[in-house]
């Protein structure tokens, strides 16, 4: 098992940039793909970025050339760098991993697919 924790939420305006991070913990050598989703109130979690082992990464349409996803091996984090904060980036953004590596072709979009969960922390964009 994997423990997640993330940090790095808050409130920003439109336009500012905000960097989560995912600090992993447990049995990490088992984890093929890391990755956010994020849900907004009365919505469905959504996929917003995959990272695999092999550093291959991929985004959801929505935050493609806005969102960027990468990882410090050294230090067990998973980074979103997150720039050009729109009001629909608002929502809580979980950190999620599994055992096996994510699809580059169709955005991981169930969240019962990954067996590791971070708690959760709120990002606030307004306009």
Do not use: H
């Amino acid at each position: 098992q994997v423990q997640l924790v993330e940090s790095g939420g808050g409130s920003v305006q439109a336009g500012g940039s905000l960097r989560l991070s995912c600090v992993a913990s447990g049995s990490t050598y088992s984890t093929d793909c890391m990755g956010w989703f994020r849900q907004a109130p009365g919505k469905e979690r959504e996929g917003v970025a995959f990272r695999n082992r092999d550093s291959s990464t991929t985004y959801a349409d929505s935050v493609k050339g806005r969102f960027t996803i990468s990882k410090d091996n050294a230090r067990n984090t998973l980074y979103l760098q997150m720039n050009s904060l729109k009001p629909e980036d608002t929502g809580t953004y979980y950190c999620a991993a599994r055992g096996w590596r994510c699809s580059l072709v169709r955005l991981p979009d169930r969240p019962g697919d990954f067996a590791d969960w971070g708690q959760g922390t709120q990002v606030t964009v307004s306009s």
